[in-house]
């Protein structure tokens, strides 16, 4: 097995999440994807989001398709 891209790896997930949009929500806050449990955003620590399956679709399509421009928490560590 090769190892993948960081892009491509993007990429990839961000597929799985299209294929499983009731799955996510997209943070109102920072434009983050979550897992639908969350409460607050784990990078912004906002409260509000969009469940709406087209919206996460679009995100995932969006942020798949481009490098990581977003600071995370594991950047932090």
């Not at 299209?18 to 996510?24: E, I, Q, R, T």
Request: hydrophobic share 25%.
């Amino acid at each position: 097995m090769s190892d993948s891209s960081p892009i491509q790896s993007r990429r990839e997930k961000a597929e799985q999440i299209a294929a499983n949009p009731s799955g996510y929500k997209v943070c109102e806050g920072c434009d983050s994807i979550v897992g639908a449990q969350v409460v607050l955003c784990p990078n912004c620590h906002s409260y509000r989001f969009d469940e709406t399956p087209q919206r996460v679709v679009e995100q995932a399509r969006l942020l798949g398709s481009r490098e990581q421009t977003s600071v995370t928490s594991s950047d932090l560590d």
